[in-house]
């Protein structure tokens, strides 16, 4: 599975975007996919790495490895009354966020949970990969499942 977001939006608001033609048809691959992950996704980072301000060092985050940390945490019996299982996915060099300008995170709502209702100052974006729901924002009920993509506007 892999899902991808883009911050293009606020890109755009901002005309910070660009582009450069590569000389190639197509890009060389110069390390595997898995690299970054081995690379800093173990709880270490390599012995003289030096972070910048700007430095994100993974942007791949295994479905896999995710997934099973939510199963886990809902062995525990921990469920978050508004979010049932979620948790932020972070930067490994410091703990803080995996990217400056969206803020990734995976969610787990066991089967038949109801949230509590919430409000956010944020509109977020919620791309469904297992199951079936439905949700009602600003009072209007919408239904989902796998492979939809919807967002909650802030309120």
Known sequence: ?????????IVSVFDASFAEEHHADQQPITRQPEDSSWRYGANMLPVDYE????????????????????????????????????MRYISPVDGGWAMPTITPCMQLLPKGFKTQPYRSTDATVFVVTEGTGRSVINGKTYEWGPKDVFVVPRW
């Open 51 to 86: 972070p910048t301000r700007v430095s994100w060092p993974i942007f791949n985050y295994p479905y896999e490895r995710s997934r099973e940390a939510l199963d886990h945490l809902l062995k525990q019996g921990e469920i978050d009354p508004f979010h049932g299982i979620m």
């Open 1 to 9: 599975n892999c899902l991808d977001g883009l911050d293009v939006p």
